[in-house]
């Protein structure tokens, strides 16, 4: 028996949330509905470029804040991914103290605060003197604001995601939730093409002296433009109809299915990172590959991710969450060693290898086109936005941020190259179980308030 919090079938419901006497009018409703969608689309897409940025330089950021004199550069490499660890593991704890204000207060306002302290981490970072500059304090620092940036982007996916369900229209909810993913994607791939094009047209000494800071110091702009569209934002329909008439919900079922929810998603954490932001250090340190060919495989990677989002979402909307989600656990679980042996040929064409990792990146996106509309489904509008967010955050925490360190210390102990293989289609095999308890006909259902 599934721990999904529901309400009652009804397929003629707006699946939105609102009614059609207290939201807004089919006419209004469409410009407010793509307007939810750019808003809540910035700031992921700020969040994810971000952490990109970091997962693609994380052999240069090692260099410069974690190699102290006479350290190695796998002490470093591994220091560098625990400090990237560290963020994720205080995203739960964002996604539960932003959650609550976002479920009490409004999501507009908490989205304005989270949007606004991942800008202001982000851009100190790009400021940062290094090891050689201030010796110890270098890391600690920088580890400070990763917790900050850790903080803001556990809140950022809750509101983010309640946001964009709650303005759907009928019957294209995951569409809608599909383009947080999206903008994951595009942000990473925004990371990938800003890492590729420094290592091009600058040289590694200037790269590693100060070239390295320029996507950071990008995200100020960014970051300003995302806080004027959301000081634009109006609250959502759902939430205006909670407010009037406030409950809390029970407490006991909410940790279920955050519970449950991290399990589901566990696979498109661990993969997602895996194939499309670990890779890059990955090739380089193991496999041996340059910096540039590496970043060129998670570039492919990326785009074959965003590619399949959207559709995914939308296909989603037509034969269910659990046909699609349940089929891509299932594939990635299947085709993790296939992937990896042959990127470790060294007579693979580079044609076929490209295919592959693009593949690989479509074969996450069947994952996370469905997974917020999924996750927005779970939880009631008085809960949403924190258990979406726990939910999310965990998985994220422990499968993601997790998922750099795991491996690289794995293959340092073990010398085993199949590692990410292991890794990603356990994972996925645990996640497609606890993805075929959703129900044939969730994406029909209204949702609750």
């Not at 000494?205 to 960014?222: D, N, V």
């Not at 469905?370 to 509008?381: C, I, N, S, V």
């Not at 998922?403 to 340092?412: F, Q």
Request: aromatic content about 8%; glycine content about 12%.
């Amino acid at each position: 028996m599934t721990t999904s919090v529901h309400g009652p079938a009804d397929e003629s419901a707006d699946p939105s949330g609102s009614t059609g006497s207290t939201g807004p009018s089919g006419a209004a409703k469409a410009p407010r509905s793509r307007g939810a969608l750019v808003a809540g689309s910035v700031g992921n897409f700020i969040e994810w470029y971000e952490f990109g940025v970091y997962g693609y330089f994380a052999t240069v950021i090692a260099a410069a804040f974690f190699t102290p004199a006479g350290g190695s550069e796998a002490e470093a490499l591994i220091r560098t991914y625990a400090s990237f660890a560290l963020a994720f593991f205080f995203r739960p704890v964002g996604a539960a103290l932003f959650g609550r204000v976002g479920d009490r207060v409004g999501r507009r306002p908490t989205l304005i605060l989270v949007v606004l302290l991942m800008t202001a981490a982000t851009t100190l970072i790009g400021l940062l003197p290094t090891y050689a500059t201030i010796g110890a304090a270098a890391p600690w620092l920088l580890t400070l604001l990763r917790i900050v940036q850790g903080l803001s982007a556990g809140g950022e996916f809750g509101g983010a995601v309640s946001l964009m369900t709650e303005f759907a229209p009928p019957g294209r909810r995951g569409l809608y939730g599909a383009w947080q993913s999206f903008t994951v994607a595009l942000g990473l791939l925004g990371g990938a093409g800003a890492a590729a094009l420094l290592a091009t047209v600058l040289t590694e000494a200037q790269l590693g002296a100060w070239g390295w800071r320029l996507p950071f110091l990008l995200t100020l702009p960014m970051g300003l433009a995302a806080l004027w569209l959301r000081l634009r934002l109006e609250e959502t329909p759902s939430f205006r109809q909670r407010r009037a008439a406030p409950a809390a919900a029970p407490a006991r079922e909410t940790v279920r299915a955050v519970v449950l929810g991290a399990g589901r998603l566990m696979g498109w954490s661990a993969a997602g990172y895996t194939f499309l932001v670990v890779m890059p250090s990955y090739l380089q340190s193991v496999l041996g590959t340059s910096f540039r060919q590496a970043l060129a495989a998670t570039v492919l990677a990326n785009a074959g991710f965003a590619a399949a989002i959207l559709p995914a979402g939308a296909l989603s909307d037509r034969v269910g969450r659990r046909a699609v989600m349940v089929s891509g656990a299932v594939v990635a679980a299947l085709a993790a060693f296939p992937l990896l042996n042959l990127l470790q040929d060294p007579a693979a064409p580079t044609a076929v290898k490209g295919l592959a990792v693009c593949g690989a990146g479509a074969v996450v996106g069947l994952l996370a086109g469905p997974g917020p509309a999924m996750l927005a489904e779970m939880f009631p509008t008085r809960a949403r936005y924190t258990g979406l967010g726990l939910a999310y955050a965990l998985a994220n925490a422990v499968f993601s941020g997790c998922a750099g360190l795991i491996i690289t210390e794995a293959v340092e102990r073990t010398g085993s190259a199949d590692i990410p293989a292991y890794y990603v289609a356990g994972t996925c095999a645990v996640s497609a179980l606890a993805l075929a308890t959703l129900r044939g006909d969730d994406h029909r259902r209204a949702l609750r308030d």
